[in-house]
T-cell receptor
Framework: NAGVTQTPKFRILKIGQSMTLQCAQDMNHNYMYWYRQDPGMGLKLIYYSVGAGITDKGEVPNGYNVSRSTTEDFPLRLELAAPSQTSVYFC?????????????FGQGTRLTVV | AQTVTQSQPEMSVQEAETVTLSCTYDTSESDYYLFWYKQPPSRQMILVIRQEAYKQQNATENRFSVNFQKAAKSFSLKISDSQLGDAAMYFCAYRSPSGGSNYKLTFGKGTLLTVNP
């Protein structure tokens, strides 16, 4: 049981390049999330998904896209990378419903756009 | 929209002493969940403790306990017998029980805890 696995752990992108951050969970969670963490700030929600085939925007979705073709995977796509997207990205998953369940986090991806 | 405020950007404590980290939140909901997460230098987000708003009893997990004051919308974390391994960034987080994006966690900006030997 690996939990939430994110790849890569580190990446440097040039302005205008694109990349996909991978996220996979093996806990059969229906909810998955992408957050970004900027220095001195808490985590802000980029996109979330309540199940396969269903995604929606969070607080800061501009410049990102997601897909959820399976329960396990929730990749985050950056198109035309900009310096403002330099951040640490976290994927998380949880059960939905009226349950007091915690969110499980991946180890994060540190992305630098130069 | 819910907001979470951590008014202490940094705190320090001597090893074996007790420290309290503050958190306040704003919500119009009566039922919700509150969490404290720990983020060590490894970046891993680790759940420390959780509290259901409908429970009056304060949650406790070993050396970690909370002081949940629902009327004051306050949710502080007390760490007793502080250890060097407690040094980390601590985030307070709020989650609504409602559906859709309300299942997301709303985080405070964090408190950086230093433990001095």
């Amino acid at each position: 049981n690996a939990g939430v696995t994110q790849t890569p752990k580190f990446r440097i992108l040039k302005i205008g390049q694109s990349m996909t951050l991978q996220c996979a969970q093996d806990m059969n969670h229906n909810y998955m999330y992408w957050y970004r963490q900027d220095p001195g700030m808490g985590l802000k929600l980029i996109y979330y998904s309540v199940g396969a085939g269903i995604t929606d925007k969070g607080e800061v979705p501009n410049g990102y896209n997601v897909s959820r073709s399976t329960t396990e995977d929730f990749p985050l796509r950056l198109e035309l990378a900009a310096p403002s997207q330099t951040s640490v990205y976290f994927c998380a998953s949880s059960y939905g419903g009226h349950m007091n369940t915690e969110a499980f986090f991946g180890q994060g991806t540190r992305l630098t756009v130069v | 929209a819910q907001t979470v405020t951590q008014s202490q950007p940094e705190m320090s404590v001597q090893e074996a002493e007790t420290v309290t980290l503050s958190c306040t939140y704003d919500t119009s909901e009566s039922d919700y969940y509150l969490f404290w997460y720990k983020q060590p230098p490894s970046r891993q987000m680790i759940l420390v403790i959780r509290q259901e708003a409908y429970k009056q009893q304060n949650a406790t997990e070993n050396r970690f306990s909370v002081n949940f004051q629902k009327a004051a919308k306050s949710f502080s974390l007390k760490i007793s017998d502080s250890q060097l391994g407690d040094a980390a960034m601590y985030f307070c987080a709020y989650r609504s029980p409602s559906g859709g994006s309300n299942y997301k966690l709303t985080f405070g900006k964090g408190t950086l805890l230093t433990v001095n030997p």
